[in-house]
Nanobody, 125 residues
């Protein structure tokens, strides 16, 4: 099993930046888990944001964040990051990191077995 803890959320003005972190427990994190970021805006379902492979060399993004957000991982630190630039009010949501043992890319909420508690991101206009 793996435990995930997100941090780095906060209040930012439109056009600003934030970097979210997802710290994972477990010695085999890098060789076992692929990781994704999801978000849930008020009154909406949880939606896929970005995915990173075990090694960190392959990434995928939702169209709504492509070119603005960057997902990366530091396996030596057991941490996955989400760098968010050019933030918009519609990016306001609770952001979650999630992990799964399967190696291939998947953006489905139900495909991920482990979830963090979430971190709030609020973008003011």
């Amino acid at each position: 099993q793996v435990q995930l803890v997100e941090s780095g959320g906060g209040l930012v003005q439109a056009g600003g930046s934030l970097r979210l972190s997802c710290a994972a427990s477990g010695r085999t994190f890098s060789s076992t888990y692929t990781v994704a970021w999801f978000r849930r805006a008020p009154g909406q379902d949880r939606e896929f944001v970005a995915h990173v492979s075990r090694s960190g060399d392959t990434t995928y993004y939702a169209d709504s964040v492509k070119g603005r957000f960057t997902i990366s991982r530091d396996n030596a630190q057991n941490t996955v990051y989400l760098q968010m630039n050019g933030l918009k009010p519609e990016d306001t949501a609770v952001y979650y990191c999630a992990a799964r043992t399967e190696s291939y890319y998947n953006r489905g909420v139900s495909s991920y077995d482990y979830w963090g508690q979430g971190t709030q991101v609020t973008v003011s206009s």
